[in-house]
């Protein structure tokens, strides 16, 4: 009997410590999901950036889930914040990249045509 119980302890014991092995505290994920966040904000990206604004969104409810201590949802929030942040980054460097395309191509049409005047 008494091992049965011991056996029992043993085993709980082992449940609830791989329990919290499984899901540690997500600290590196809501650093590089912070980082991400300021880069989208360094090229341009505000509240007006959907992508941004939802980022912000999932990295708060990232920090909530960590204050308390569901580590796996904080860190699911903080992955998908990452992503946001990433696409907001990246929709408003394609817009910048198309701005300067259309620039250079109302450029280009206006030495050509000064050209064609000088013939």
Same mark, same amino acid.
């Given at each position: !009997? ?6 029992v302890a043993l085993c709980l014991?082992?449940?609830? =410590? ?5 899901? $540690?505290? $997500? ?10 966040v300021l880069q989208a904000r ?5 509240q007006q950036t959907a992508e ?13 889930? !960590? ?12 992955? %998908? ?5 990433? =696409? ?10 198309? &701005? %300067? ?7 280009? &049409?206006? =030495?050509?045509? %000064? ?5």
């Amino acid at each position: !009997m008494k091992t049965a119980l011991s056996c029992v302890a043993l085993c709980l014991s082992l449940t609830a =410590l791989s329990g919290c092995a499984s899901d $540690p505290a $997500p600290l590196e994920q809501l650093r590089l999901t912070e980082q991400a966040v300021l880069q989208a904000r360094a090229v341009g990206a505000n509240q007006q950036t959907a992508e941004l604004a939802l980022a912000e969104l999932k990295l708060a409810a990232a920090r909530a889930a !960590m204050a308390d201590e569901d580590y796996r949802q904080a860190r699911l929030l903080s992955e %998908q914040a990452e992503l946001d942040a990433r =696409l907001a980054e990246a929709r408003v460097l394609n817009e910048k990249g198309s &701005e %300067q395309v259309a620039e250079l191509t109302r450029r280009i &049409e206006r =030495l050509r045509r %000064q050209l064609g005047d000088l013939r």
